[in-house]
């Protein structure tokens, strides 16, 4: 990493400033007479202010050298020509050169301290009315709240973006509010860890038992666990670990609990024997989602006539013969208002899909395709000849900064047109992306939901397809019979073996599936290497962009970081011509295959027919079309959209020629290279080596320790999640649609 250091000195001019996220390009003329281009989140930087500014050299191959801010301190301009330079740049609306020019004539050094504490004197200059002044005054002390916040976070070294987070949200009570509670910022909109902002307060002179701090730990504790997949933590458990985040007193920890429930932050109900401690958003969507799919399971609808008919002409136009659990399927698809359809790899999930949207179709119903992913729903409307969706994008989903919250254009309010709703890859479903669905969802909609409960869950909190497939309460059929066409195929073969407890066959004897034993780290990379640079090109006709790299684990020498760096070396190396940009202790190039690491509702992106929207989430992939001379813009082509990144964004990207497995959920590829190599123990499970050999439609090449598949396969440990929903859902009553 490069060394940090400090420049300090005067804003000359403003290169770039991106109004809504603070990124800004700046020349600053040092105390020694050098000009310094900066970079970094420096919000309503004007010429004549003052900075002090720690960050780290960096150079860019167009411009040279520049430095990239990490911390800025902020002072305002003295001496007379800064602040006339400093009013005149445009930073107060209604203060041109000219005026600012008088206004310096008129109060010298004093200009801004008269602006921000006498505005009535203001009027004393010409052009300058007494409501003007009044205006000037308001906007200069709005500036002046935002960069004291500014100051703040940067004295602690925090996110500079959170000023303008804070100021939206506060307005001129930001900086008492963060004085009063620091531990606001560890909330969801926010997002700093309990251990940095803990580490802050102390220092500010908070202790260990102030209620702000005890009732952070505890609603900390709530929301970290939800990246753990849990929807509630037991009473008990969640007080321990509120004790031991923060070394607290039990009776204060109580305390505070009781606060809290009180105040309905936190709502306690009895789950499975146990007190279940919820977030209050998380259990308004858990008795949400029960109450409305048990409503939609309910809800008088339509049976359709003459379905026999309508199979066996399917049938005859399609050339196939449903196997009886494909037929069942489609027929309760018919009459019922919920379905749940499960299986494995081969065992005809899509064909019997397809059939069950041409039935509902032929019933006269209008049909919405979803899935959770992008790249889910790309594989859903390729299969299925028909226009998919991702569930965020068909209900509009936007992101309220202030809240740190997801909306939904259609809900409740305002509902989706369909007839019926069909949503792939339910095992990537989590709690709240259910509960905002099924809201959009009009009564007696059919809803038809398609998975495998032996993949991967959901990232985030819940166990949505798993509670509801073993509540009993909605029609359910699983798909067991391999078809013969599919038994062929050694990837199926090996996936359902291994969903026995049984290691895959590694004996090389298939033709669709090959073992490299490669136990030294460093030749099963350079394996990895020439695999997806040569020898599946060369020999097998595949090409590098249809091959994809997959490793339990980030970390580590078979990591994603480590291949990643590798890979891009081998498949898109420097040549004269081709731009790249520098960002950290990453080199984006184009020709460069990312993906996104977090959801960003605000990127623009357009359509290749002119059609335009925002957003860009977790795990979408794409490719680096182009980087701009400057290096401040760079082009990324998403499938069928193209967005347009500034610079600092490119954090929330990573390099995807190789990717973790979790990642890789919901999507297929036509060859994927399989790492096996030790890892953490939570992620050699059967799960992941079952989700990984899936990926792969034509070919699967894996590259490692031949010991490790069979401990995998053996080690069918998963991590128990916290949720309610089964229970709720047992307590409407049973479904008698199974099979």
């Keep these: 990493m490069a060394e940090r250091s400090t420049v300090e000195g005067a804003v000359q001019s403003l290169i770039f400033q991106n109004e809504d996220n603070g990124y800004t390009v700046l020349s600053l003329l040092t105390d020694d007479g050098e000009l310094v281009t900066v970079v970094g989140c420096i919000p309503c930087a004007a010429p004549g202010e003052g900075m002090t500014v720690t960050g780290v050299w960096t150079n860019h191959p167009s411009y040279g050298p520049q430095f990239a801010a990490e911390s800025v301190e902020r002072r305002m301009p003295e001496t007379e020509e800064d602040i006339a330079a400093y009013l005149a740049s445009g930073i107060l609306k209604g203060i041109g050169p000219a005026t600012a020019q008088r206004l310096v004539d008129r109060f010298g050094a004093d200009t801004l301290a008269v602006i921000e504490e006498e505005p009535e004197r203001l009027q004393t200059v010409k052009g300058i009315t007494a409501k003007k002044a009044m205006e000037l005054s308001a906007a200069f002390r709005e500036l002046t709240g935002l960069k004291r916040v500014m100051e703040f976070l940067a004295r602690y070294e925090l996110p500079v973006p959170l000023a303008m987070q804070l100021y939206r949200a506060y307005g001129a009570q930001a900086l008492p509010r963060l004085k009063e509670d620091p531990y606001l910022l560890t909330g969801q909109a926010y997002g700093v860890a309990f251990s940095t902002m803990d580490e802050i307060a102390l220092s500010m002179g908070f202790d260990g038992d102030s209620p702000c701090r005890v009732e952070a730990a505890l609603t900390y504790e709530l929301s970290h666990n939800l990246n753990n997949g849990h929807v509630f933590l037991p009473r008990d458990k969640l007080l321990f670990a509120s004790a031991q985040l923060i070394d607290g007193n039990p009776d204060a920890l109580e305390t505070a609990l009781d606060g809290l429930l009180a105040r309905g932050v936190i709502v306690q109900e009895p789950v499975a024997g146990v007190q279940a401690c919820y977030l209050q958003r998380l259990y308004q969507a858990e008795t949400q989602v029960a109450r409305r799919l048990l409503s939609l399971r309910d809800a008088p609808r339509q049976t359709g006539k003459n379905v026999d008919k309508i199979i066996a002409e399917m049938e005859a136009r399609q050339g196939i013969a449903y196997a009886p659990q494909q037929r069942r399927a489609v027929e309760l698809a018919a009459r019922s208002g919920v379905l749940l359809l499960t299986g494995g790899p081969g065992t005809g999930k899509t064909t019997s899909t397809r059939g069950i949207v041409t039935l509902l179709e032929r019933m006269g119903l209008t049909v919405l395709l979803l899935a959770p992913t992008g ?47 069909i949503v792939d890859e339910m095992s990537m479903v989590d709690l709240p992306l259910m509960d905002a669905l099924l809201a959009a969802l009009k009564p007696g909609c059919r809803l038809v939901m398609v998975g495998d409960p032996d993949q991967l869950p959901s990232v985030g909190p819940g166990n949505v397809l798993g509670d509801i497939l073993r509540s009993g309460a909605v029609d359910s059929v699983t798909l067991t019979e391999v078809f013969r066409q599919a038994e062929q195929s050694a990837i199926i073969r090996s996936a359902h073996a291994v969903n026995r407890g049984q290691a895959p066959d590694l004996s090389n004897k298939q033709s669709d599936f090959f073992f490299l034993c490669r136990r030294s780290p460093d030749r099963l990379v350079q394996t990895v290497v020439d695999l997806c640079r040569t020898r599946l090109p060369d020999k097998m006709g595949i090409p590098a962009g249809q091959i994809q790299v997959l490793t339990p684990t980030r970390k580590g020498e078979t990591g994603t970081v480590s291949l990643n760096r590798a890979l891009q070396a081998a498949l898109n190396p420097p040549a004269p011509g081709k731009r790249q940009k520098t960002w950290g202790d990453m080199i984006f190039r184009v020709g460069d295959r990312v993906m996104q690491t977090r959801n960003n509702y605000d990127v623009l992106w357009e359509k290749d027919d002119g059609e335009a929207g925002s957003g860009i989430f977790n795990g979408d992939v794409g490719t680096v079309e182009d980087i701009d001379p400057s290096g401040e813009l760079v082009t990324i082509r998403f499938d069928d959209r193209t967005s347009v990144y500034t610079a600092d964004l490119l954090s929330q990207l990573d390099m995807a020629y190789a990717m973790t497995v979790h990642k890789a959920q919901g999507s297929e590829y036509r060859a994927v290279v399989l790492v096996s190599a030790p890892a953490a123990p939570n992620l050699l499970v059967r799960g992941v080596l079952y989700t990984a050999i899936t990926r792969a439609r034509e070919l699967l090449v894996m590259v490692g320790d031949d010991a490790i598949p069979g401990r995998m396969a053996e080690n069918d440990r998963r991590t128990r999640r916290y949720s309610g929903l089964r229970r709720r859902l047992k307590q409407g009553g049973p479904s008698h649609g199974h099979e």
């Design 375 to 421: 790249r889910a729903a790309k594989r859903m409307s390729e299969l299925c000849s028909r226009e998919a969706q991702t569930i965020h994008r068909c209900l509009g989903m936007t992101f309220n900064e202030l809240t740190g919250e997801v909306t939904f254009k259609k809900n409740e309010k305002d509902l989706l047109e369909a007839d019926a709703v």
